[in-house]
């Protein structure tokens, strides 16, 4: 049975989801259970293309992104992939109306495969808006059921959300961007390392963002709410630890979230949605 197989596909993603990612997965379960496998889809799509483009250097990347690009049209045209990461996302992509986003997502991580420094403001937020931002309008037209006027309503405060995500990563990951991948995607670094200026200047620009981004999560719908905020109050926090650090620990360590931290977070989330102070 079709169904059968869809079910599978989705359980597919969501172990994708669990075996890359316990903070997002954590986020996910606090969504309604209606929307979980959608975003479990979304996540697993993404996910696979991220890593041929940053992990997979021992074999033919660019051969690999091609094959699974292509694979991913056939899998929208046919409606069934036998990649169970790609049959379930093409049902998302469908009811979801997301083929624009998907194609300014792979855009830029075909640019992963060459690109190695993003030396203008432009280049820098055009990278960020198909890498990330995108990501989180393809949640957010989950998160509304296709609502178009809420949809639009919070476009905006997503994509904030989504840059204020992806500038931290591009923070804690700088260390292994530069060294391992190559990739510098801050402009105002001073060749190539992080500088106090640099560094206040890139802080203040991502707690602009997360600013901004606040203000929408407050107006999601109840099925996405709590799961977004728990993600926002995470990635803020870590944003704080990397505030607190000196630009050498920055770049040359990796700073994170200890999971004793994680669950503290978890619950101060729960407890503010369930006052309803978020």
Do not use: W
Request: hydrophobic share 35%; glycine share 4%; proline share 2%.
């Amino acid at each position: 049975m079709k169904k059968l197989f869809d079910t599978s596909s989705y359980d597919c993603s969501k172990l994708v989801t669990k075996t890359y990612s316990t903070s997002f997965s954590m986020g996910i379960k606090l969504f309604s259970p209606k929307i979980r496998p959608a975003i479990y889809a979304i996540y697993g799509f993404v996910r696979y293309a991220d890593e041929i483009v940053d992990t997979f250097h021992d074999y033919q990347q660019k051969t690999l992104f091609d094959e699974f690009e292509q694979d991913y049209y056939k899998a929208v045209e046919r409606k069934i992939s036998l990649n169970p990461i790609l049959n379930a996302f093409q049902e998302i992509v469908h009811k979801y109306d997301l083929k624009v986003y998907v194609q300014d997502f792979m855009d830029r991580m075909r640019m992963d495969l060459d690109k190695k420094e993003y030396t203008s403001k432009e280049e820098y937020e055009n990278y960020i808006y198909g890498s990330a931002d995108v990501v989180g309008l393809m949640c957010l037209r989950v998160f509304v059921n296709n609502d178009e006027k809420k949809y639009n309503e919070l476009k905006g405060y997503a994509m904030r959300l989504g840059s204020a995500f992806q500038k931290v990563n591009f923070l804690r990951d700088i260390r292994q961007d530069n060294e391992d991948l190559g990739r510098s995607y801050f402009p105002n670094l001073v060749n190539g390392e992080l500088t106090e200026q640099s560094k206040a200047e890139i802080l203040l620009d991502i707690e602009s963002d997360f600013a901004e981004a606040y203000k929408g999560i407050v107006l999601l719908p109840l099925e996405g709410k709590l799961g977004v905020y728990l993600a926002y109050r995470y990635y803020l926090r870590l944003l704080q630890k990397i505030k607190r650090a000196d630009c050498n620990k920055i770049m040359n360590g990796r700073i994170r979230i200890s999971n004793s931290l994680k669950l503290v977070l978890l619950t101060k989330a729960v407890v503010r949605y369930r006052l309803n102070v978020i």
